[in-house]
């Protein structure tokens, strides 16, 4: 009973991480990739765009970071994800917009160390000054967009249904389903769901 207790009081203390966020526009369904020409540098040391990285059948973003356990608790699924959109031909790359961490765990070191020891199998980029979530209107980490051939998005919000980082009894795949049905050409059943995560660190002005 007192170990339920405490996953219900960190399930609370999670929900009001992932409330705070900013009031950025989302992008809306449809509509097409912001600053899609915008490099940015990967652990590679590269200067990528995210037209750099689409592909025939688009592209699949995931706001994400080094630290928050909600992306520690899902980023096994990175890899199969990778492996997903490669096998539909879809480009895929995690963003860093954590800038207010830039100086400790989220700087570019932080990032490449991070992306070898989780083995990551796709690029992994920083969104400096936060632009790109702020156009987007990215609020948690994770928080995903899936883009269609023409870099219109045609689906927004979580990897699965799972409750938390540490629930593993995920049933409903809305991410995977979204992929497999963009591949297919055929209409997302569920084109938006709800975000789940940290917030995402921006600096204040």
């Known amino acids: 009973m007192k170990k339920l207790k405490l996953g219900v009081l960190a399930a609370i203390g999670f929900a009001a991480i992932i409330a705070f966020a900013p009031a950025n526009t989302q992008l809306s369904i449809g509509e097409k990739a912001p600053l899609a020409d915008t490099k940015m540098k990967d652990i590679s040391g590269k200067m990528l765009s995210l037209n750099d990285l689409k592909k025939e059948n688009g592209l699949l973003v995931i706001f994400s970071c080094n ?3 909600f992306v520690l608790g899902w980023e096994d699924k990175y890899s199969e994800l990778g492996n997903l959109t490669e096998k539909n031909k879809m480009g895929m790359v995690l963003v860093n917009s954590n800038e207010g961490k830039r100086s400790s765990e989220d700087s570019f070191e932080e990032m490449v160390e ?3 020891g989780a083995g990551y199998n796709t690029p992994y980029v920083v969104d ?3 632009k790109l979530a702020n156009a987007y209107g990215a609020k948690t980490t994770p928080h995903v967009y899936l883009f269609d051939g023409n870099m219109k998005l045609v689906y927004r ?3 699965n249904d799972k409750f938390d980082h540490k629930d593993a009894t995920a049933k409903k795949f809305y991410l995977n389903d979204a ?5 297919k050409g055929k209409k997302i059943s569920k084109p938006e769901t709800t975000e789940r995560g940290c917030s995402i660190k921006r600096v204040k002005v």
């Open 67 to 69: 630290t928050c356990p």
């Open 179 to 183: 992929i497999n049905e963009l591949a």
């Open 157 to 159: 919000g979580a990897i």
């Open 128 to 130: 400096k000054d936060s």
């Open 114 to 116: 991070h992306a070898k």
